[in-house]
């Protein structure tokens, strides 16, 4: 079992920045695609970024050019820096990892989210 927890939410003013953090443990043999989803109340829970182990990059179009994601490797960790925060980035974010075992048994994990709110 892996298990993901993100830190780094709260509130914030429009226009503004935060950053969220996503660490995973438990029995790791390698973890591939990690990411950041996001739903807001009463919609589909949405790609918001995702980067790969070996540092490839997706973002959703509404972030482009406000977020990055990156990644270190060594501490299983995921980062989403978020700058020129909007209302409409207001959400739950989730963190999700591609976890691959020795057996080659793929398996999909999730963290359990952190709110981000950005007041107008």
């Known amino acids: 079992q892996v298990q993901l927890v993100e830190s780094g939410g709260g509130l914030v003013q429009a226009g503004g920045s935060l950053r969220l953090s996503c660490t995973a443990s438990?029995?790791?043999?390698?973890?591939?695609?990690m990411g950041w989803y996001r739903q807001a109340p009463g919609k589909q829970r949405e790609l918001v970024a995702a980067?790969?182990?070996?540092?490839?990059?997706n973002y959703a179009d509404s972030v482009k050019g406000r977020f990055t994601i990156s990644r270190d490797n060594a501490k299983n960790t995921v980062y989403l820096q978020m700058n020129s925060l909007k209302p409409e980035d207001t959400a739950v974010y989730y963190c999700?990892?591609?976890?691959?075992?020795?057996?080659?048994?793929?398996?999909?994990?999730w963290g359990q989210g952190t709110q981000v709110t950005v007041s107008s």
């Open positions: 999700n990892a591609d976890h691959v075992s020795r057996w080659y048994r793929r398996t999909t994990y």
């Open positions: 438990g029995s790791i043999f390698s973890i591939e695609t």
């Open positions: 980067i790969t182990s070996g540092g490839d990059t």
